[in-house]
Structures are given as C-alpha cells and as structure tokens.
C-alpha cells in the first residue's frame, strides 16, 4: 500500500533467513565497528551438522551489547513484543540470550555476552586461521550437503566471523563446565553433533586437540567412562 512507503527503515521487511541475511547482520555490525562472532545453531550449520535452524546468534563483546541491538534494530529486526517468548525464559536446558530482537515472530536474533560463552578469547575481531576462521574458509569448512544444506559460505558475501572446530571444542567443553549445574549437556549435545559429523565429513580430527581436550574427547570416543570423568574434571583448572 502507498501508505507504508514513507513509514522509514523500522517498517522494512526482512529477506528470508540465510546465508545472505547473516552476513548481511555482520556487515552492520563490522560497519559499527562491533566485535562479533557467529554463534548457536546457525553456526554449527557452517560445520556442516544439519540441525533446525531458529535464528541467528551471536557472540558480542561486552562494551557493546547495546551498541549492537541499536544497530540491528531498525533494520529491519525487529524488537520482541511478546512476553511469552521463547528467548526471554530462563529454559533451564538451554542458554537465553542477553537480549534479542526478531526477523520472524518464531525466528530470532540472540545476542549473547562474550563474558557467558567465550571469556578465554582474547578478541573476537582476529582471523588468524586457527582461533577465528570465517565462514567461507575453503580449507577448513565443508561445502554443502548432497541436498544443498549448510557448510560454508559463498565467497562472495561480507566476511562472517566464527570459531575454528579446533577452538569450539574447548569453548563447548568449558561452557560443559561452567554450566554444569544448569544446561552443561546442551553444550555435551554440540560437541557429540561435532564428533558425529564433523569426523565424517572430514572437518574435525581429534588429533589436532591438544592437552586435557585431547584426553577428553578420546575417551569419550572410546567410550572410557572413569578417563572421560577424570578429564572433565580437570578441564578450566589444569590446562
Ligand atoms: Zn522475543
């Protein structure tokens, strides 16, 4: 309708969530000058791991947790108006977002506080290869399914941040620890997800881990429940 041309950009209606759309929202945010990663199930998507898509996630740093919701509102996502949504409730099983916005009423934009989900980082903004890599790395990230899902990138979209599998293994076994009492075996999930596909689709090889990750995740491969255990509980205090 004629009318709702003059309504300004809050009004503008969202593509469809994909590739194109995420690294759409990182591009605002690098413009912004906002350190971000990728993150949540988008994110393991990019791993070639085929799971349901809710949205987008990412990991901001703390400075600019507000610089970032100012900056993805408006264009399009939009503020959450419903007091029963799902990334308001504190679930027990899964993380909340800090806070979020939507691009669908079911399909969201979580951000999430570096501090809660990635505190050893030293910056989110280094694409040095082995701790960030971006999405559309050829060497390191799977092309697409046989049915044309997931994996990387198309090369030509704005650069998208993520963690390289070798660093989001720790990262997943620390938030395991961290969260143990509460949601830890959301992050077991992950890594199992990782473990599962990643070793198939040639993505991930245990031997790359290093130190307390590697004893880990060996036993946890063989299937060594007292090794498995004595390694989780040395993970955050003796690597
Ligand atoms: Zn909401």
Not at 102 to 127: C, M, Q
Not at 156 to 166: F, I, K, Q, T
Not at 208 to 223: C, D, H, P, S, W
Request: overall charge negative.
């Amino acid at each position: 309708m004629a009318e709702d041309v003059s309504q300004g950009k809050v009004d503008l209606e969202l593509p469809p969530l994909d590739n194109r759309l995420v690294a759409s929202a990182a591009a605002r945010l690098d413009a912004a000058k906002i350190p971000h990663v990728l993150w949540g199930n988008y994110m393991l998507t990019i791993f070639g791991i085929p799971t349901i898509v809710d949205g987008i996630d990412f990991v901001i740093d703390d400075d600019f947790m507000d610089a970032a919701y100012h900056t993805l509102q408006g264009e399009g996502f939009k503020e959450c108006k419903s007091e029963g949504c799902i990334s308001k409730k504190n679930l027990g099983y899964a993380p909340t977002p800090h806070n979020h916005l939507h691009i669908t009423e079911s399909l969201s934009l979580g951000f999430y506080k570096k501090s809660d989900i990635l505190w050893r980082l030293p910056n989110l903004l280094n694409v040095d290869g082995e701790t960030i890599i971006l999405a559309s790395d050829l060497n390191q990230l799977p092309g697409p399914d046989i049915l044309g899902r997931g994996g990387r990138f198309q090369q030509d979209l704005h650069p998208v941040r993520v963690l390289a599998v070798y660093q989001l293994v720790p990262a997943l076994l620390l938030l395991a620890k961290k969260d143990m009492s509460t949601y830890g075996r959301y992050w077991m999930n992950w890594i199992s997800y990782i473990l599962e596909y990643c070793t198939e689709n040639g993505v991930f090889d245990q031997n790359r881990l290093t130190g307390i990750y590697k004893t880990y995740i060996n036993a946890f491969l063989e299937g060594d429940y007292t090794a498995k255990h004595q390694a989780f509980a040395c993970i955050g205090i003796t690597e």
